[in-house]
């Protein structure tokens, strides 16, 4: 074979394989492109899950933001319903002081109402001086009787002209008679009414109506020359005095009668309670003095540790038959001494308010036994006490409290109610002067007024209303559902 051959078939191998491996790369780049395709492919389908999702994940933010701005309103108007809360509390604990404050002002117009009442009226002034009421019994009829001589003497009432009817002086005489008649009639009928109705806070206008009745009646008589004598008037005027003043000295002996009756019935119970204590130290004491004996009989044959122990057992029967003696010997004391007791100031703030104070006395042994008694049904609270004065002339100390503080008392003219207005510090300085240093409470508890008033100012405010949601129903409405 020749060179060219050679040459040529060298060039036809180097061709084949060039070829060979240019198919070979071929491939290769075919199935890369393949696998890119497919990478492609997958990347595609990435992308549109990933799309998708990302659709979603928008529309999900959307609604989330929605939610967030729907979260800020209800926020804004939590705060807006709690500060209107606050506002309402504020405006009912105002509304409840101002209710207070309006029930105070009330009663201090009413009182003050009263007083304009009263002196509208006037004040009256006792025309007599009485002591008994029996002695204005006389005296009203004494009254009676000059009233009945007086129309009988034809001198109540006169007319100072003579009159003829007809040229007749007796149908005149007559004709005055009548008239004058009528007047009295008129005058005594409306007296009588006006009388019947007096009370102590229209004494003085009645006794200004008499007058202005008496001054209408003889006007109306001027023309026939006819009127009410003065000295008529005068006894009916005397008589509505006599019926007045002994209305109250009535009342004021039944009320000193009542204060008696209960002074009666205090020293009773307080004798009765002295009685029984007294017995029941007796027997106490017999009881100890008999425990002593057999004690000390019982010592005389012990010996080592019983004998200690019944020698203390002798110690305390002989301390407990001291204490009883004691007792005993007091209540022997007492009851010869009549006029040993305790002075108590007591104090009600929810029923008559502060700085009033009643000043009272009792006998019996246990004091507090009488303060519990006068906090009865007929008082809202029961009292609390801020003084309780053992006194050998309890009477005394008593009366003398009174008489100093005698223009400071609530009722000024039923004795009867030991009610002060006044501060404890007079009191201390005035029990002090007369009697020495005793313990005094400045506070008064007033356990159940106070908590009345604490569960008063809760009732008065009402609960606040409910949250409201933004779909309108309330917040425990929700709650329930």
Not at 25 to 52: G, P, T, V, Y
Not at 105 to 133: K, N
Not at 239 to 258: F, G, I, P, T
Not at 322 to 342: F, M, V, W
Request: aromatic share 6%; net charge neutral; hydrophobic share 40%.
């Amino acid at each position: 074979m020749g060179i060219p051959a050679l040459i040529l078939l060298a060039t036809l191998l180097v061709v084949v394989v060039v070829a060979a491996l240019l198919i070979v790369r071929i491939k290769r780049q075919d199935a890369a492109l393949a696998r890119n395709a497919r990478q492609l492919d997958e990347e595609k389908s990435r992308s549109r899950l990933f799309s998708s999702e990302l659709g979603a994940a928008k529309e999900q933010l959307q609604r989330y933001s929605e939610i967030q701005s729907l979260e800020e309103a209800a926020a804004k108007l939590r705060q807006v319903v709690e500060s209107t809360q606050g506002q309402i509390q504020s405006g009912q604990q105002e509304r409840t002081q101002l209710q207070l404050e309006l029930l105070k002002m009330r009663t201090e117009l009413e009182q003050y109402r009263i007083q304009a009442h009263v002196l509208e009226f006037g004040l009256y002034e006792p025309t007599f001086s009485f002591e008994d009421a029996s002695e204005y019994k006389a005296a009203l009829d004494e009254n009676y009787a000059q009233q009945k001589r007086m129309i009988k003497d034809d001198v109540a009432a006169l007319c100072s002209k003579t009159w003829t009817v007809d040229g007749d002086v007796r149908k005149g005489r007559k004709m005055t008679e009548q008239n004058l008649k009528l007047m009295l009639w008129a005058f005594n009928g409306e007296c009588d009414s006006l009388i019947s109705q007096v009370r102590y806070d229209n004494v003085v206008k009645i006794e200004a109506l008499i007058k202005k009745l008496y001054d209408r009646l003889n006007k109306l008589g001027e023309e026939k020359s006819c009127a009410i004598t003065a000295p008529f008037l005068n006894l009916k005027l005397a008589e509505l005095a006599l019926v007045h003043e002994y209305k109250e000295k009535k009342q004021q002996q039944a009320e000193e009668q009542r204060m008696l009756r209960e002074k009666m019935r205090e020293e009773e119970k307080a004798r009765r309670e002295l009685e029984r204590a007294q017995q029941e130290a007796e027997r106490e004491t017999v009881r100890y003095q008999q425990a002593l004996e057999k004690a000390q009989k019982e010592a005389e044959k012990a010996h080592g540790d019983k004998l200690t122990k019944l020698q203390e057992e002798i110690e305390r029967i002989n301390q407990l038959l001291a204490e009883a003696n004691a007792r005993k010997e007091r209540a022997i004391s007492q009851a010869q001494l009549t006029r040993s007791g305790y002075v108590y100031v007591i104090s009600n703030v929810g029923s008559f308010g502060e700085s009033v104070y009643k000043i009272g006395m009792t006998r019996r042994l246990d004091p507090t036994e009488r303060v519990d008694e006068l906090g009865d049904a007929s008082v809202p609270f029961p009292f609390d006490i801020h003084a309780m004065i053992y006194s050998e002339d309890a009477p005394k100390l008593e009366n003398t409290l009174h008489r100093v503080f005698e223009r400071r008392r609530v009722n000024l003219v039923n004795m009867r109610k030991e009610f002060f207005r006044v501060d404890l510090a007079e009191i201390r300085q005035v029990v002090i002067n007369q009697h020495g240093e005793f313990q005094l409470t400045l506070i008064a508890e007033a356990e159940e007024y106070r908590k009345s008033q604490m569960k008063r100012a809760e009732t008065a405010t009402p609960n606040p209303p409910p949250l409201l949601r933004l779909d309108g129903a309330s917040t425990l409405d929700a709650i329930g559902n």
